[in-house]
Structure formats: C-alpha cells, structure tokens
C-alpha cells in the first residue's frame, strides 16, 4: 500500500488500453503553452489540442522564471516549438497573496521560504504584459517568434485575449 496505489491501478488500466504511440517529442502544431499548476486547466482539452500536439510549461501563475525561459529556449531549438502562449487564468491564487503573504503564513510553521521568490502577481495584466515582453526581449530565440498572452475563465472556459 502507498500514496499512489490509485495512480498505479489507474495507468494498468490506461496502459492496458493504450495502442502505442508513433508520436514524436516534437510539438506537432509547433506550440508551447505556458500556464498555471491550477488543477481547473485542462491545456489540451481548452485549446482543441491532443498529446503530441504541444509544448505544456506549468507553474504557479503561469509565470514566465528564467526556468521557463530555458525550457522554451530548449523547445525553440530542439523540439519544434514556433509560437509561445502564455495563459495564466482567472481566480488564480497566485494573484491572491503576496510574496510576504507566503513568507509569513511559513513562519507560523517554522520555516523560512525568504530564499524563495514566490513571483505573485498583484496585477495579472500588468504580469502577463511583463512576462509576454520577457519572452520577446530574450536575445535568445530567432525572429520573429510569435508570442501571445490570453488569461483563461476557469468559469466559464472561455480564453480571453490580452495580446494574439
Ligand atoms: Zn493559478
């Protein structure tokens, strides 16, 4: 018995159905999606994708971190990726605190997270308008490298455009 017996009776059945796949690591549609770890996302199914198709880079608040960017660097130049959307979303919870917030909900626990830059976003357009410029004056991808930003409701499913 472990914390994943679930997850491990769930893929013998998936894998039991699963006919193989000739999909490369390549994204397909030449894709790469940044988005938030909110467990109301479902990427692929939101943007009419299935596996094979996309690139798919989560963390909290769709936040474009110099990790992003190394991994879309990565994407760019070995996996096939020609266009970036960055889609944080409505209700996140990221736009909810502040970084002193999660340091000092920490300290009531007894640890210290002040190393850690949290990356919250007090203002989730002016967030998205930071991170889509981060990606577009990185000197590191060819030009012109398409980059959009839509923040999806996780109400009602519908993506709303801020730069496409
Ligand atoms: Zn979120």
Known sequence: ??????????????AARFSGSDLSGRAARGLAVVTCMDSRIDPLGLLGLAPGDAKILRNAGARVTDDVLRTLVLAVYLL??????VMPHTD???SK????????LTQEQ????RSLEF???PDQQAALRHDLTRIRTTPFFPHPLP?????????????HPVEL
Not at 97 to 104: E, M, N, Q
């Open 97 to 104: 605190v502040t970084d002193a917030d999660v340091h000092a």
């Open 147 to 159: 980059v959009g930003g839509a923040i999806y409701d996780v109400r009602t499913g519908q993506l």
């Open 119 to 121: 990356h919250t976003v």
């Open 80 to 85: 096939g990726v020609e266009r970036v959307l």
């Open 1 to 14: 018995m472990s914390e994943f017996d679930d997850l491990l009776a769930a893929n013998a059945e998936y």
């Open 92 to 94: 996140c919870g990221m």
């Open 110 to 113: 007894g640890v210290d997270t």
